[in-house]
Nanobody
């Protein structure tokens, strides 16, 4: 059992920055991988970034602009710089107790945090 709470979203202009946080509670010792997903209006929920024992992963569209980090305990962060309107969406945290970003997400989700980037 893992519970997740995301925070840090907001409204920024193009080129601005935000830092998202996700705090996990419950059986955090079982967490092997922590991910950020994004769901834009009318789009599916897609992986944005991931961090695990083997390192980090970023979707091509955010490379060089986003940085994922983890405190190795119960929190994961997403530093988002040089934001673009296409980054707009609800950002969700997902954690895995097995595997990594190459597999389907687990059933552990937070409620999401809204990020809106104005042009």
């Amino acid at each position: 059992q893992v519970q997740l709470v995301e925070s840090g979203g907001g409204l920024v202009q193009s080129g601005g920055s935000l830092r998202l946080s996700c705090v996990a509670s419950g059986n955090i010792a079982s967490i092997l991988n922590m991910d950020w997903y994004r769901q834009a209006p009318g789009k599916q929920r897609d992986l944005v970034a991931s961090v695990g024992n083997a390192g980090t992963y970023y979707v091509e569209s955010v490379k060089g602009r986003f940085t994922i980090s983890r405190d190795n305990k119960n929190s994961v962060y997403l530093q988002m710089d040089s934001l673009k309107p296409e980054d707009t969406g609800v950002y969700y945290c997902n954690v895995r107790t097995a595997g990594d970003w190459r597999e389907a997400p687990s059933g552990y989700w937070g409620q999401g945090t809204q990020v809106t980037v104005s042009p």
